[in-house]
C-alpha cells in the first residue's frame, strides 16, 4: 500500500478499533527500518467519508477578508483538516496524518470518540440550553463527577468556556478571599490573553501594552534554561525574596502551570512547589494550580500535574481536555473560599451549559473506561526514551522533556550556548507533515516541538513520530 493511503477496507467497529489503540504496546522495530529509509504511517482501518465543501484556497481567502488579521497558520501551505478520528485528521484529500499536537492538548479520548459524540448529540436533542437559574442534572453530575478526581476539600466547581476565563475567576477569587491584589506568577508562563490574565502571562510574545499592574514575575524554574538548573530550592527562595521586596508582605496567591505548554513544555525544578506553596501560605495567599494543558490524565504519573510535586493547591483551573474540544473550563475551590462570590452576583450565560457538562462527564468515563492516564505513561515513556535517544544522534536536538504525552523537543544550533534553532524547527515541521505527521511548536523562541498527541496514541504512533523528526533531521 502507498504510505499515504488510506485503507480501502470496510471501516470496523468502534469496539474493534479501541481494541487496536491498546493492543499495540509491545516494543517492536521503528517503522524506519521497515521502510527502507523512509517511515510509514501505522495502518489504520478507517476511510472518512469524500469531502465536498470548499477548498483550502477558497477557505483561506475568506479567512483573511472576514477574520481577524491576528491569525496564523501552521506551514508554507496550510492544511485543510476537515476529519478527525482517534488520533488521526485528515485533509480534504482524504490524505491521513498523525496527530501529535491533539488540537493544543485538548483532544484527550481522540479525535470524534464515539462515547463523546453520542453524549453530545443525545443532550443537543434533549435540552441544548436553558440557564443555571433552573435545575438541570448534567452540570450537577458532572460537577460531583469532576470533584471526585481532585484530592482534599476541593469539590466547589463554576464552569466556564475556556481556559482563560477560568484563570481570570480564579485570579479575582483569589484577590477576595484575601483582600490582597498582589499576585505571583513565574517567568515564562502563559495563563490567558484577557487583561487579567495577561498580567499573570510572562512572555512579551502574548502581551499588549495595556495596564496590567498587580503582577510579581519570579525567576522560572527552568531544569534546562534556568540559572540553577533543577535545583528547585533554590530557585524558590526568588518567590520569598519577591514577596519581602516586592509587596507589603502579604499576597492574593501564585499562579503556576506543573509543566508550561506555551512556554515550551517546561517542567517546573524538582522540590521546587513545596517551599513556595509554604512560603505563599506565610504570606496569606493562595495557591492556584493552572491545569489548562497538563491536567485529565495527560501527565500519566498523575491525572493533574500538581500532584507530581506533592502538594494539594487552594483553586485548580481547567480547560482544554476538560471537553475533548468542546468550549468548557472550570474553577474549582473549596466550600469555604467560594463563599467569596456570594458578595455579589457572579453569573455565566454559558458556564455549565448542559450539552458541554454531559461532554465533560463522558470524557471522564472514557479516561476511566479506556486506561487512558495508564497509557499515556506507558506510551508517554516510551515515545520520550526513544526521543532521548535521537538527541544522542542529532546534535541539534537541546533538550528532550516533559512527561506522559506533553513531550517537548528544544532545538538548538550550538548545545553550548543554547542558541534557538528557529529556522531549523521551520523546515523539520514542514518535513514532517509532507511525511504526514503534525506537531505543535512553542517555546518564547519558537524553536520547541510540543508533542501533546490524544492520550490513545500507540506505540506504532511514538515509533513513526518519531522517525518521521529522525528522518526530517537527517535531511537538514
Known amino acids: 500500500m502507498h504510505k499515504f493511503a488510506t485503507s480501502l477496507r470496510r471501516p470496523t467497529s468502534a469496539r474493534d478499533q479501541f481494541r487496536r489503540c491498546f493492543s499495540q504496546l509491545a516494543q517492536r ?30 477557505i483561506l481567502r475568506k479567512r483573511k477578508e472576514f477574520l481577524s488579521p491576528s491569525m496564523f497558520c501552521f506551514y508554507k501551505k496550510p492544511l485543510n483538516i476537515v476529519h478527525g478520528k482517534m488520533q488521526y485528521l485528515f485533509d480534504e484529500n482524504g490524505r491521513r496524518f498523525l496527530d501529535g499536537f491533539g488540537g493544543i492538548a485538548t483532544v484527550n479520548c481522540g479525535h470524534c470518540h464515539p462515547d463523546v459524540v453520542q453524549a453530545i448529540i443525545k443532550q443537543t436533542t434533549t435540552l441544548q440550553h436553558s440557564t443555571i437559574l433552573y435545575l438541570n442534572h448534567s452540570i450537577a453530575d458532572f460537577a460531583s463527577a469532576l470533584a471526585d478526581k481532585l484530592p482534599g476539600d ?54 499588549f501594552n495595556i495596564v496590567q499592574n498587580g503582577v510579581h ?39 503556576f502551570e506543573a509543566i508550561q505548554g506555551v512556554g515550551g513544555i517546561v517542567e517546573l525544578a524538582p522540590n521546587y512547589l513545596p517551599p513556595v506553596y509554604n512560603t505563599i501560605k506565610k504570606a496569606g495567599g493562595l495557591v492556584i494550580a493552572d491545569e489548562v494543558q497538563s491536567g485529565f490524565a495527560r501527565t500519566g504519573t498523575n491525572f493533574w500535574g500538581f500532584q507530581n510535586q506533592g502538594i494539594v493547591p487552594d483553586i485548580v483551573t481547567m480547560a482544554k481536555g476538560i471537553g475533548n474540544g468542546i468550549p468548557l473550563g472550570a474553577v474549582v475551590t473549596t466550600p469555604e473560599i467560594a463563599q467569596v462570590l456570594t458578595r455579589r452576583s457572579y453569573f455565566n450565560t454559558f458556564g455549565g451549559n448542559p450539552v458541554c457538562t454531559a461532554a465533560g462527564h463522558a470524557v471522564l468515563k472514557v479516561i476511566e473506561k479506556e486506561k487512558l492516564q495508564e497509557n499515556a505513561h506507558v506510551v508517554g515513556s516510551y515515545m520520550k526514551q526513544r526521543l532521548t535517544a535521537l538527541k544522542d544522534k542529532h546534535e541539534i536536538i537541546g533538550d528532550v522533556r516533559g512527561r506522559g504525552l506533553i513531550l517537548g523537543v528544544e532545538l538548538v544550533t550550538d548545545r553550548k550556548l543554547k542558541t534557538p534553532a528557529k529556522t531549523e524547527i521551520l523546515e523539520t515541521m514542514e518535513a514532517m507533515k509532507d511525511l504526514g505527521v503534525l506537531v505543535g511548536k512553542g517555546g518564547f523562541y519558537g524553536n520547541v516541538f510540543r508533542i501533546t498527541p490524544p492520550l490513545c496514541f500507540t506505540k506504532d504512533d511514538a515509533d513513526f513520530l518519531v522517525d518521521a523528526m529522525d528522518y526530517s533531521m537527517s535531511k537538514l
Request: aromatic share 10%; glycine share 12%.
Open 217 to 255: 514575575h519570579a525567576v522560572n524554574p527552568d531544569p534546562y534554561r534556568g540559572i540553577y538548573g533543577s535545583d528547585g530550592e533554590k530557585y524558590a527562595k526568588d518567590v520569598e525574596d519577591l514577596i519581602q521586596f516586592g509587596t507589603s508582605g502579604n499576597v492574593a496567591g501564585f499562579i
Open 154 to 207: 476541593l469539590k466547589v466547581v463554576f464552569f466556564t468556556n475556556s481556559g482563560t476565563e477560568a484563570n481570570e475567576l480564579a485570579l479575582m477569587i483569589a484577590r477576595l478571599y484575601t483582600g490582597c491584589q498582589d499576585i505571583i506568577s513565574l517567568r515564562n508562563a502563559y495563563h490567558g490573553n484577557a487583561a487579567g490574565t495577561m498580567g499573570a502571562t510572562a512572555q512579551s510574545n502574548w502581551k
Open 29 to 58: 522495530e521503528p517503522s524506519i527500518q521497515e521502510s527502507g529509509g523512509v517511515p510509514i504511517i501505522p495502518a489504520f482501518d478507517y476511510s472518512p467519508p469524500p469531502y465536498s465543501g470548499p477548498t483550502a484556497d477558497e
